[in-house]
């Protein structure tokens, strides 16, 4: 979307960037969103994804409690359909910089 992160590419560190994950979205979608949602959809998701630190998480379940913690406090107003297109780009993130690997978020139809 932005000519600026053509050639950027989020670099491998220790843990995940807060404001990586947020450059790796502007990079990859397909339509517009304020910084602003961008940071509350990531801020929703960080805390569903803390909070099941060491349990296993459906990929479904992940995107369902974001959508809905969103929608329910009206934190974001998009269509849930592209609050789910920003979580998988924050999975993309971190299956990119190697913070995730595929066994660690299982979907019902696998990928």
Do not use: C
């Amino acid at each position: 979307m932005s000519k600026a992160l053509d050639n950027w590419n989020p670099p491998v560190l220790d843990k995940p960037d807060y404001y990586d994950t947020v450059k790796y979205i502007y990079k990859h979608i397909e339509f517009h969103i304020s910084e602003d949602e961008a940071y509350t959809i990531l801020n929703a998701f960080i805390e569903k994804w803390d909070g099941s630190a060491g349990q296993m998480i459906k990929e479904d379940e992940l995107t369902a409690h974001v959508v809905q913690r969103l929608q329910n406090n009206f934190d974001v107003l998009l269509p849930s359909k592209k609050i789910k297109r920003v979580v998988e780009l924050i999975l993309g993130y971190l299956f990119t910089t190697g913070h995730f690997f595929q066994q660690e978020i299982s979907n019902n139809g696998g990928r």
